[in-house]
């Protein structure tokens, strides 16, 4: 049975050495409001705020859904879109798939290198088809795992919520966003979050850059480019 080796900070040049094919990268993203309130709609991992995550590549590199499109980025680059912890450290958290699902792997990056340039989706439309036409970063995850295990979840589906978990109320970034694109908001449909996807049992904490805050931590207030927990 495979055991969860202890979480421990790591500066961003060190990590890389440590990192295996396959590595999910969860990561508190700064950015404007969008990264914001999805970063207030469910806990992560012991309870943390995640609002992103990629793949990475075993090449220095990570894949990721990120606008405008499916994306290689360098890991130093990747590390540098972080919230900083009250440490000045990216807030990055490193799981990796068990040892029983491990042969999924090479499939899975696969088919992930073959979704680059295809778009981000900021709509989070639900999709159940592998070539569609976009995609968002939790959810290119969820299917390049799901194609590697011969087209079997092997995360599974979560119904999707647009409701700040504290209050329960529709987020009004989410009312105006769907309102200006004439849709109805997708919620309670299949889809996947970074931050449930980041509590999977299929899933082992391997280390951390820094100290992911508490989702509903009081000084979670700005992620803008640079920001830094109080």
């Known amino acids: 049975m495979d055991k969860a080796l202890p979480v421990t900070v790591m500066p961003a040049n060190v990590i890389a050495k440590d990192l295996m094919p396959g590595d999910l990268l969860f990561q508190l993203r700064s950015g404007g409001e969008a990264e ?3 970063s207030r709609l469910f806990a992560g991992r012991d309870g943390a705020a995640i609002n992103h995550v990629a793949l990475y590549d075993g090449d220095g590199m990570v894949i990721e859904a990120v606008m405008p499109r499916v994306q290689k980025t360098a890991l130093d680059a990747f590390v540098s879109s972080s919230v900083l912890d009250n440490h000045g450290r ?3 958290l490193v799981c990796r798939l068990v040892s029983s699902y491990s042969a999924l792997v090479p499939d899975a990056l696969a088919f992930a290198e073959q979704q680059l340039s295809i778009p981000y989706d900021p709509h989070y439309r639900p999709n159940q088809e592998e070539h569609q036409k976009s995609w968002y970063c939790s959810e290119l995850i969820v299917h390049a795992f799901r194609h590697a295990n011969k087209g079997i979840f092997l995360f599974e589906e979560t119904p999707m919520s647009f409701r700040d978990m504290e209050t329960g109320e529709l987020m009004p970034f989410w009312i105006d966003h769907y309102q200006a694109i004439g849709q109805e908001i997708p919620e309670g449909l299949p889809g996947s979050h970074p931050a449930l996807l980041s509590c999977s049992d299929k899933l082992m904490s ?4 820094g100290s992911l805050p508490a989702k ?15």
Do not use: F, R
């Open 36 to 38: 914001w309130v999805i």
């Open 216 to 230: 509903n931590c009081q000084d979670l207030c700005s992620l803008e480019p640079g920001s830094t927990l109080a």
């Open 206 to 209: 391997i280390n951390s850059l």
């Open 90 to 92: 990216p807030c990055v």
